[in-house]
């Protein structure tokens, strides 16, 4: 039996950044991780000389918090940036079209005929409207216009998030955007006005990975002084006590158990649920009731002089209509250096998703042969792979289909009536990379606070956040 004042269940990105930020703050923090390495499906591997991501392939990051991370965590010589002057690419018509990233750019594009550059100018006079159970679909068709929703946000959202634009949450998949509309009454006044005031905007946020690939952050969050971690255990049961959670766990060798104030579950959607059933049904229905996309991700080594495309973007994504068997190809040898050896490139392709979940299930076979086949049309690929790795997820990204912001909220509801328990994962606030490390950096405060309220935080811990902050330590402090 051990004790800590936070114990994380779950290893990922989620848990991790949650655990770093709470260690760095001095607070004792334990971390229970299933597999037998930190990181969730976030996994590089290095093989043949290529570099492959399993999942995430890189960080789109607007927010300074995760620059003071990054920092912090000893990674800004690692970091590897996304060339700004690279091409964005979209289906249309059976060919590669440019994607512009700026709204003058937008409203003088090749991409879209007339009438929806008419739209894009007109939309500043379309008054607000929509609800908050509004379908992506539905924001930007109201908002943008028919075409606008087929040639860019339906490969967006189906290439991006695995989800469907027709059933996926406008007000929980694209918060920036509501936002602007609820604020100024107008997506594009609202940019506008963002500009003028040096706000953030999307155009100016940074992709970036590291040398090693993205295994490299985890690794670095996962060995921060002050964390024990524990991997190949698997949480088995959770107990209410008089002084907080008393959980238990299983390994190869044994039970552990752990005693902690707060207990936060970084665990996907259903094993959160199976946990959490004995004691609350009704918040482990809601978690149960999180559907998860189906996802195949097919990496391909090909010979860089068996290729006519010029390669000068980053990839690209693709409609629904074009009828492509993937959503979308990124070029990951051009993104960033080092991930193919001389000659050769690497292009990475998502398959399945909520568009055509049946797909991810196809045979590894099946999947290349279609997917050079469109790759053939699309780049003037006149060769098979050199090198292949299909890495699969049942349930990769969790659907912020329908109401999403209720059901979320019922969750915080259920949260609300156990003291100490906490959920960070990426069901709650946005699946990406950055929303993970920043709601983990968020839900460290929240537990930091709750420990000053309730006097548990400790001289140590005290001492270590005051130089954190920048505040001298107290004068009583030796």
Not at 229 to 244: M, Q, W
Request: charged letters at 25%; glycine letters at 10%; aromatic letters at 4%.
């Amino acid at each position: 039996m051990t004790d800590t004042q936070v114990l994380i269940i779950g290893g990922g990105i989620s848990g991790l950044s949650t655990a770093w930020s709470l260690a760095r703050c001095g607070i004792s923090v334990e971390v229970w991780e299933a597999d037998e390495q930190p990181g969730g499906k976030i996994r590089s591997t290095r093989e043949q000389g290529y570099l492959t991501e399993r999942a995430a392939g890189l960080l789109v990051n607007f927010r300074p918090q995760i620059d003071e991370l990054i920092r912090q965590a000893g990674l800004d010589h690692r970091k590897r940036s996304r060339n700004r002057e690279l091409n964005r690419y979209v289906v249309r018509q059976g060919r590669l079209a440019q994607v512009p990233m700026r709204l003058p750019a937008m409203a003088l594009s090749p991409l879209w005929s007339r009438s929806a550059k008419l739209r894009l100018l007109t939309e500043i006079l379309i008054p607000r409207g929509g609800s908050t159970d509004e379908s992506v679909a539905s924001f930007i068709r109201r908002r943008l216009g028919e075409e606008i929703l087929e040639t860019a946000i339906d490969p967006f959202i189906a290439g991006t998030l695995a989800s469907d634009p027709d059933l996926a949450s406008a007000q929980a998949v694209l918060p920036r955007l509501t936002a602007l509309e609820r604020r100024y009454g107008s997506i594009t006044l609202g940019m506008l006005v963002s500009r003028v005031l040096n706000k953030r905007r999307a155009n100016l946020a940074d992709t970036f990975s590291f040398q090693g690939g993205m295994s490299e952050l985890t690794r670095a969050l996962a060995a921060t002084p002050g964390i024990r971690l524990h991997t190949g255990l698997l949480a088995a049961g959770l107990e209410r006590t008089a002084e907080g959670w008393l959980a238990t766990g299983n390994t190869r060798v044994g039970r552990r158990q752990t005693r902690t104030s707060h207990l936060v579950i970084s665990a996907p959607a259903d094993a959160a649920a199976a946990l959490l059933g004995p004691l609350d049904r009704r918040l482990a229905t809601e978690l149960a009731g999180i559907r998860y996309a189906p996802l195949s991700v097919l990496h391909l080594g090909l010979r860089r002089d068996k290729i006519r495309h010029p390669l000068d973007g980053s990839g690209f994504l693709v409609p629904r209509r074009e009828g492509l068997t993937f959503n979308g190809n990124l070029w990951m040898s051009h993104l960033f250096p080092d991930r193919a050896p001389e000659g050769q490139v690497l292009l990475t392709s998502y398959i399945g998703g909520a568009r055509a979940p049946a797909r991810a299930e196809q045979s590894q076979e099946q999947l290349i042969a279609d997917t050079l086949q469109g790759l053939g049309r699309l780049l003037g690929v006149k060769s098979d792979p050199d090198y292949v790795r299909l890495d699969r997820h049942a349930r990769a990204l969790p659907l912020y289909h329908g109401d999403y912001p209720a059901h979320t909220a019922r969750i915080e509801g259920r949260l609300a009536q156990h003291p100490g328990l906490h959920l960070s994962a990426n069901y709650l606030g946005g699946v990406s990379v950055r929303e993970r490390l920043f709601q983990g950096m968020q839900k460290a405060r929240q537990i930091e606070q709750a420990l000053r309220r309730t006097g548990d935080l400790g001289d140590t811990a005290e001492r270590s956040l005051n130089l954190h902050n920048g505040n001298p330590p107290h004068p009583a402090s030796p």
